[in-house]
């Protein structure tokens, strides 16, 4: 089965054409350079993506609607890139949590999310400046 | 009315803001940042999406990340922070500068700085901006608008999304509406090819199956209380072909179809404008025309990157301390785009040391040639193969360029070409 990928690599956008050879590896052509290779082997055979999403704040934490200034979800990302064809069960994962105050920045919040070893972090401290910083 | 008298007064705390406060601060300044929201990070804080920062600290973060780190050195620094404050004029008062600002905590406070350094940002083009016929319901957002809803407070816009335009905004709300499970119904770009990055057309619209409607103009939005569709319809040799009209339901259009340095205090303190940028016109020490306000950031020309926002704005807050020192530009060049460069920023390079001029192309080219000229005489020439609008370019200059221009004339200028 052959594919046809764009590189996204650099801006020179190669059109590619990647399929699995018969001994197992994967054939490319196309690209201009090895990282091309490189990008269509990931993206043919384990394709990942670095997820952002926000999180529901704990109720007795949240702050008033309409507050000035108030942040009413905790911007979330996989520490890495995440195998591409669970982002969606990721997603419910996520949209299940109650993040309790405060948070850190780069704390875990899904410690190995669904055993794929890539954890989900806080990108954003709340309050900030964190107390006691 | 309080009174502050810091050396300088930076306008803004976004990336440019935070970086040219830090400069300042480390060359011995006392520094004022006023920013608008409650906070410092300005529009990273929105920007929920990985991305930035692979220049800067050589790891791909989120906005908020970014914005945090440098936050943090700020509020370790000496720099004061006026958050939650308007700047509402800026005017010269002999030699000071003074910046009016009110805010809910404080009142009004009045800034009096010997330089001041602009970082305000942009503001998004909206409807009004591209006429786009139609009624007028409700569920009409910029981009950017939509984000700061979806991201920061918890709403949901809409169900059913058109994007308009194919900026790297639009590209990236259309993958977050799909990931809070909206339906992403098109994206209509007028161009023949789209203005934002490959990296997302692919990881923002391919990954969902979200059709891309290149070279396609909308023609009407529908609806009385709320959106009900869009009519796009496709342009032919730059006419439209209403034949081939489609109307495409939805109850959502987001609007990605650029962004307008915001300019309102810049023009009342009497800053030249450049209109190929929309920004200030700035010397090779990104001073404007009014001795001692300076300009970096997306207030400046608009950057796809902020790592870039970081370096521009760092050099604008080294010269702003060197200008409060005392030390003045040596001889100057003029530099202007050439064939295929839409722009060039600053429009002057100091002759006597290097010199970063950052520059856009007008088109898409393969093979391209960067070329420096100085009146025809070529000074500089970088292959630089593939080019696009969206992707920022740069070049630096310095002395060994600019040898033999006595030559040249008084009025010689520097032209930055791709061929």
Known sequence: MERDLVCVVCPMSCALKVRLGEDGTVLTSGNRCPRGARYAAEEFLDPRRVVSATARIRAADAPERGEVGAVARVPVRTAGPFPRERIAELLEAVYALEVALPVRRGQVLIPDALGTGVDLIATRSLPFPPAGA | ?419
């Open chain 2, 1 to 419: 009315m309080t009174t502050l008298k810091p050396d300088a007064v930076v306008v803004g705390g976004g990336a440019a803001g935070m970086a040219a406060a830090l400069e300042l601060e480390k060359a011995g300044r006392s520094c004022v940042i006023v920013e608008r929201e409650e906070g410092l990070g300005g529009i990273l804080m929105q920007c929920a999406h990985a991305g930035f920062g692979l220049v800067e600290f050589d790891e791909e973060l989120t906005g908020p990340e970014f914005a945090e780190r440098f936050a943090e050195k700020v509020l370790a620094s000496k720099v004061t922070v006026l958050d939650g404050a308007t700047a509402l004029e800026l005017r010269d008062e002999g030699e000071r500068k003074v910046l009016d600002c009110c805010s809910a905590k404080r009142g009004v406070v009045r800034i009096e700085a010997r330089a001041v350094v602009l970082a305000m940002g942009c503001r998004e083009r909206n409807r009004g901006n591209v006429r786009i016929p139609g009624s007028r319901p409700a569920g009409v957002y910029t981009a950017g608008l939509a984000q700061r809803l979806v991201n920061i407070e918890g709403v949901v816009p809409g169900r059913r999304v058109v994007v308009i335009g194919s900026g790297d905004i639009g590209l990236i709300m259309a993958r977050r509406m799909s990931w809070i499970g909206a339906k992403v119904e098109a994206v209509v770009e007028i161009l023949p090819y789209p203005s934002g990055l490959t990296r997302n057309i692919v990881q923002c619209l391919e990954d969902f199956g979200i059709p891309l409607y290149l070279g396609h103009q909308t023609t009407r939005i529908f609806g009385k209380d709320r959106v009900e569709g869009v009519e796009i319809a496709p342009l032919e040799n730059g006419a439209l072909d209403l034949s081939r009209a489609r109307t495409i339901p939805c109850d959502t259009v987001l609007l990605s179809v650029g962004l307008v340095p915001e300019n309102e205090l810049s023009r009342g303190a009497g800053v030249e404008l450049n209109p190929a940028t929309g920004g200030p016109k700035v010397d090779s020490t990104l001073m404007t025309n009014v001795p001692g306000v300076f300009a970096c950031g997306n207030v400046l020309h608009v950057h796809d990157l902020v790592d870039w926002v970081a370096e521009e704005a760092r050099r604008a807050g080294a010269h702003a301390a060197a200008w409060l020192r005392g030390e003045r530009p040596g001889p100057e060049l003029r530099v202007k785009a050439g064939a295929n460069v839409r722009y060039v920023a600053p429009v002057k390079v100091d002759l006597s040391r290097k010199n970063r001029v950052y520059f856009r192309s007008l088109a898409v080219l393969h093979g391209a040639t960067l070329e420096a000229r100085i009146d025809r005489r070529v000074v500089r020439k970088i292959r630089k193969g593939h080019v696009q609008p969206s992707e920022m370019q740069s070049i630096e200059l310095g002395p060994e360029d600019f040898a033999d221009l006595a030559e040249a004339g008084s009025d010689a200028v520097l032209e930055i070409a791709l061929v």
